[in-house]
């Protein structure tokens, strides 16, 4: 099955720019989407389609992919940003099409 | 406005059922697929099993498959998931989420709060 590595934790200080990467194999050749989940709370989607961003999303937030690595890059922390981040796609490469979630990033503002 | 509101969670013993539901408003529930996705204590997102408009198409996660069965009524604007032989390892926060295609293409735009499920004797 399809697996996306992302590391367990990334730091960063305010105001300072945060790079979240989630790596597959081929993964630039697969839409991936970024969600953001705050404590307590229910994942929000920040980035789809690894670079667009809904409505109501900062600009603050971006997304690329490219090759086996896909990258959520956030400008400008903020302390409100703290949270994990899971990238997903939709893996139909084998016989047994799948949704798959990365392990998840917990960005920590310093 | 968009809501999903998940229930029917609670604690449950190993080997039985559990009916979970997920009332969705603020848009039009049939023209979308809708799945579930949860989250072990602590751990990650795993998605469950998603389910097109008109059910014709339906997918599980092999962790599941044969023992979970999802479905919908779109007259009631519900999306439901039966869970039978329920095991420890299904412990978890029972999202129910929104696609943003009347087909699996699996991108989730709204989520519910969740409904806990546990799993112990």
């Known amino acids: 099955s399809y697996v996306l590595t992302q590391p367990p934790s990334v730091s960063v200080a305010p105001g300072q720019t945060a790079r979240i990467t989630c790596g597959g194999n081929n993964i630039g050749s697969k839409s991936v989407h970024w969600y953001q989940q705050k404590p307590g709370q229910a994942p929000v989607l920040v980035v789809y389609?690894?670079?667009d961003r809904p409505s109501g999303i900062p600009e603050r937030f971006s997304g690329s992919n490219s090759g086996n690595t896909a990258t959520l890059t956030i400008s400008r922390v903020e302390a409100g940003d703290e949270a994990d981040y899971y990238c997903q796609v939709w893996d139909s490469s084998s016989d047994h099409p799948d949704v798959v979630f990365g392990g998840g990033t917990k960005l920590t503002v310093l | 406005e968009v809501q999903l509101v998940e229930s029917g969670g609670g604690l449950v013993q190993p080997g039985r059922s559990l009916r979970l539901s997920c009332a969705a408003s603020g848009f039009t529930f049939d023209d979308y697929a809708m799945h579930w996705v949860r989250q072990a204590p602590g751990k990650g997102l795993e998605w469950v099993s998603g389910i097109s408009w008109n059910s014709g198409s339906i997918g599980y996660a092999d962790s599941v498959k044969g023992r979970f069965t999802i479905s919908r009524d779109n007259a009631k604007n519900s999306l439901y998931l039966q869970m039978n032989s329920l095991r420890a390892e299904d412990t978890a926060l029972y999202y129910c989420?929104?696609?943003?295609?009347?087909?699996?293409?699996?991108?989730?735009?709204?989520w519910g709060q969740g409904t806990l499920v546990t799993v112990s004797s």
């Open positions: 989420a929104k696609d943003t295609s009347p087909l699996h293409r699996t991108l989730f735009d709204y």
């Open positions: 389609d690894d670079s």
